[in-house]
């Protein structure tokens, strides 16, 4: 099995920033190579794709919205992290870590369907 477990939210103002933390555990982990990804949902709406990235760490995928402001990375198969920096309002939601096993030479997924495990998330909220 998997688990993921993010940290590092909170309330921060505009322009500032912030990084997140997911951390992994499992067999599965232990045992395959796995894509990774960040996703969000703001109140009220849909949870939508933020930033994913491949077992190795040298494919990367960004949401328009945060590309050229959050960067993803992990420091080992097991650590990711997003470094978010100048935060806007609408960047405030709660952020929540994915997995999936990797498809070989393929870039990570974007779809929510296309992930297997799930954090619990991580509340960022951007306010002055």
């Known amino acids: 099995q998997v688990q993921l477990v993010e940290s590092g939210g909170g309330l921060v103002q505009p322009g500032d920033s912030l990084r997140l933390s997911c951390a992994a555990s499992?067999?599965?982990?232990?045992?395959?190579?796995?894509?990774m990804g960040w996703f969000r949902q703001a109140p009220g709406k849909e949870r939508e794709f933020v930033a994913a990235i491949n077992w190795a760490g040298g494919r990367t995928t960004y949401a328009d919205s945060v590309k050229g402001r959050f960067t993803i990375s992990r420091d080992n198969a097991k650590n990711m992290f997003l470094q978010m920096n100048s935060l806007k309002p609408e960047d405030t939601a709660v952020y929540s870590c994915?997995?999936?096993?990797?498809?070989?030479?393929?870039?990570?997924?974007?779809?929510?369907?296309?992930?297997?495990?799930w954090g619990q998330g991580t509340p960022v909220t951007v306010s002055s």
């Open positions: 994915a997995a999936r096993r990797e498809i070989p030479f393929s870039y990570p997924p974007v779809r929510q369907s296309d992930y297997n495990y």
């Open positions: 499992g067999h599965t982990f232990n045992t395959y190579a796995m894509a």
